[in-house]
Nanobody, 119 residues
Framework: QVQLVESGGGLVQAGDALRLSCAASGRTFSIDRMGWVRQSPGKEREFVAGISWGGAREDYADSVEGRFTISRDNAKNTVYVQMNSLEPEDTAVYYC????????????WGQGTQVTVSS
């Protein structure tokens, strides 16, 4: 099993920046990829960004491309997402997720951290 704990959420104003962190523990050697997914009230869960654990491949949703940057620190088993130029539409609960090798899907999820962007 892999445990994920997010931190860094909060209330900010439009245009501000925020960095979320996700610390992984447990069977971290089984992780192939990690990412961030968000969900706003009344909306479906939305992929935000993903990064391969061993390599440098990054993927972003069109809605955050150019504003968000995902990164990882393998030594700390931690993934980050730097969120710049935040917009009210970015308000959501942000979940960290991890995919086990060869699974093709996110198998593990954190508890989520709230990000609220006021206009």
């Amino acid at each position: 099993q892999v445990q994920l704990v997010e931190s860094g959420g909060g209330l900010v104003q439009a245009g501000d920046a925020l960095r979320l962190s996700c610390a992984a523990s447990g069977r971290t050697f089984s992780i192939d990829r990690m990412g961030w997914v968000r969900q706003s009230p009344g909306k479906e869960r939305e992929f935000v960004a993903g990064i391969s654990w061993g390599g440098a491949r990054e993927d972003y949703a069109d809605s955050v491309e150019g504003r968000f940057t995902i990164s990882r620190d393998n030594a700390k088993n931690t993934v980050y997402v730097q969120m710049n130029s935040l917009e009210p539409e970015d308000t959501a609960v942000y979940y960290c997720a991890a995919a086990a090798t060869l699974s093709g899907v996110y198998n593990y999820w954190g508890q989520g951290t709230q990000v609220t962007v006021s206009s």
